[in-house]
């Protein structure tokens, strides 16, 4: 099957090494990560902001760069979500719309391909290590991706992980909404971060840099040691020093 990575804005301009650590796990399984060269944003900031029209442009883009792959794979819930918006760009384009359809079909966040696709929950991994978990909203919300990174979890070995208090709820970054309604954006991720710091966990562990982001930048301005990590890179990580 030919499968290509959707690296997402975030992780290819300031966190390389998920998608490095998504390409080293998958590699170990046969799976060779194609990477269109003509990828770009998916256009979530404009389509929440209003802006559609430009919102459109950015998705016939990502459309024709996926077109020929079987699979496509992300390190965002947020980023594949906004694929999942795409025929509503395109209800009154036919053919554009039957092109959104597909991808959405083909479309899927790191830990529902390696869970649904490739059926494997078991990577071999180590990782000695006190962990929460942050189920971000439009991974879990959206596409419905709740147990794929639990079970994962679940197999590594030595991980102990701790509830999140409030997981659910959000971390305030919400794109747009950081920058039109940073007041309110600001005292929700200070009570996220609260909230890990209760866990007295050393890693805070998620599945959407955006959010990781926004949580570590609380943390890291309060002085507070608690790793940031997206899944992909604590399962390399785990899997690298077994």
Same mark, same amino acid.
């Given at each position: 099957?030919?499968?290509?990575?959707?690296?997402?804005?975030?992780?290819?301009?300031?966190?390389?090494?998920?998608?490095?650590?998504?390409?080293?796990?998958?590699?170990?399984?046969?799976?060779?990560?194609?990477?269109?060269?003509?990828?770009?944003?998916?256009?979530?900031?404009?389509?929440? #902001?209003?802006?559609?029209?430009?919102?459109?442009?950015?998705?016939?883009?990502?459309?024709?760069?996926?077109?020929?792959?079987?699979?496509?794979? #992300?390190?965002?819930?947020?980023?594949?979500?906004?694929?999942? !918006?795409?025929?509503?760009?395109?209800? *009154?384009?036919?053919?554009?719309?039957?092109?959104?359809?597909?991808?959405?079909?083909?479309?899927?966040?790191?830990?529902?391909?390696?869970?649904?696709?490739?059926?494997?929950?078991?990577?071999?991994?180590?990782?000695? *290590?006190?962990?929460?978990? *942050?189920?971000?909203? *439009?991974?879990?919300?959206?596409?419905?991706?709740?147990?794929?990174?639990?079970?994962?979890?679940?197999?590594?070995?030595?991980?102990?992980?701790?509830?999140?208090?409030?997981?659910?709820?959000?971390?305030?970054?919400?794109?747009?909404?950081?920058?039109?309604?940073?007041?309110?954006?600001?005292?929700?991720?200070?009570?996220?971060?609260?909230?890990?710091?209760?866990?007295?966990?050393?890693?805070?562990?998620?599945?959407?840099?955006?959010?990781?982001?926004?949580?570590?930048?609380?943390?890291?301005?309060?002085?507070?040691?608690?790793?940031?990590? !997206?899944?992909?890179?604590?399962?390399?990580?785990?899997?690298?020093?077994?």
């Amino acid at each position: 099957m030919k499968v290509s990575l959707f690296i997402t804005c975030l992780s290819d301009a300031i966190y390389p090494n998920v998608g490095e650590a998504m390409v080293r796990l998958l590699a170990e399984y046969g799976v060779q990560l194609d990477f269109p060269q003509v990828q770009t944003c998916c256009g979530q900031p404009a389509f929440n #902001s209003g802006y559609w029209d430009d919102a459109r442009k950015t998705a016939t883009t990502i459309i024709k760069a996926f077109e020929d792959c079987d699979f496509v794979i #992300s390190p965002s819930g947020s980023c594949t979500g906004m694929i999942h !918006h795409y025929p509503k760009l395109f209800e *009154h384009d036919a053919q554009m719309l039957e092109k959104a359809k597909q991808l959405q079909r083909k479309s899927y966040e790191f830990t529902q391909f390696i869970v649904q696709v490739l059926g494997i929950t078991d990577l071999g991994a180590s990782f000695p *290590h006190k962990v929460t978990y *942050h189920p971000s909203c *439009h991974g879990s919300r959206l596409l419905g991706v709740k147990d794929e990174p639990l079970a994962l979890m679940e197999n590594v070995r030595g991980l102990e992980l701790v509830p999140l208090p409030f997981a659910e709820d959000c971390c305030g970054f919400g794109g747009t909404f950081a920058v039109k309604m940073s007041h309110i954006s600001g005292a929700m991720v200070t009570e996220k971060a609260d909230h890990v710091l209760e866990t007295e966990a050393e890693v805070l562990v998620g599945l959407d840099m955006a959010c990781l982001m926004n949580i570590g930048g609380n943390l890291r301005y309060r002085n507070k040691p608690v790793r940031i990590m !997206h899944l992909a890179e604590l399962l390399y990580e785990g899997v690298k020093n077994t």
